[in-house]
C-alpha cells in the first residue's frame, strides 16, 4: 500500500527530531481538516479555489501526493465553476484527508508521531 504521505521527506526537510515532526504532522491535519470544513460550508466557488490551493501547497510539503492532486483538481474545478465537479469529489478529498490521519496513528503506534483525534 502506497504511504499516504511521505515521513521520510519531512526528516529531510526538518530533521528527525520526533517532536518537530509529530508537531508538523499535527499542524498538517489541522489545516487538512480546516480547509475540507471551510470547503464544504463555502457558498462561492473562489473561497472553494483558494481553500483547494493552501490545501495542494501542503499536502506538497509533507509528500502527501494523493491528497494534493485531489487538492488540485478541487481547485481547478472551483476555478472552471463547475460545482457539480468540486461536489464529486468531496469524498475523495475527505478519504484522503483520513488516510494521511490513519498514517500518522500508525506512526504513533510504533511510537514515532503523533495522537491523532478528530
Same mark, same amino acid.
Given at each position: 500500500?502506497?504511504?499516504?504521505?511521505?515521513?521520510?521527506?519531512?526528516?529531510?526537510?526538518?530533521?528527525?527530531?520526533?517532536?518537530?515532526?509529530?508537531?508538523?504532522?499535527?499542524?498538517?491535519?489541522?489545516?487538512?481538516?480546516?480547509?475540507?470544513?471551510?470547503?464544504?460550508?463555502?457558498?462561492?466557488?473562489?473561497?472553494?479555489?483558494?481553500?483547494?490551493?493552501?490545501?495542494?501547497?501542503?499536502?506538497?510539503?509533507?509528500?502527501?501526493?494523493?491528497?494534493?492532486?485531489?487538492?488540485?483538481?478541487?481547485?481547478?474545478?472551483?476555478?472552471a465553476g463547475d460545482?457539480?465537479? $468540486?461536489?464529486g469529489l468531496d469524498?475523495?478529498?475527505?478519504?484522503? $484527508?483520513?488516510? $494521511?490521519?490513519?498514517?500518522?496513528?500508525?506512526?504513533?503506534?510504533?511510537?514515532?508521531?503523533?495522537?491523532?483525534?478528530?
Open positions: 500500500m502506497t504511504p499516504a504521505y511521505d515521513r521520510a521527506r519531512l526528516v529531510e526537510l526538518f530533521g528527525d527530531d520526533e517532536a518537530t515532526l509529530a508537531e508538523i504532522e499535527r499542524e498538517f491535519l489541522e489545516t487538512a481538516r480546516s480547509v475540507l470544513t471551510e470547503i464544504r460550508a463555502a457558498e462561492d466557488l473562489e473561497t472553494i479555489a483558494r481553500a483547494a490551493h493552501r490545501l495542494k501547497g501542503a499536502s506538497g510539503m509533507i509528500g502527501a501526493a494523493a491528497l494534493g492532486r485531489i487538492a488540485d483538481a478541487v481547485e481547478r474545478a472551483a476555478l460545482l457539480p465537479a $468540486v461536489l469524498g475523495a478529498l475527505a478519504q484522503e $484527508v483520513t488516510k $494521511v490521519a490513519g498514517q500518522a496513528g500508525a506512526d504513533q503506534a510504533r511510537g514515532l508521531s503523533i495522537t491523532v483525534a478528530e
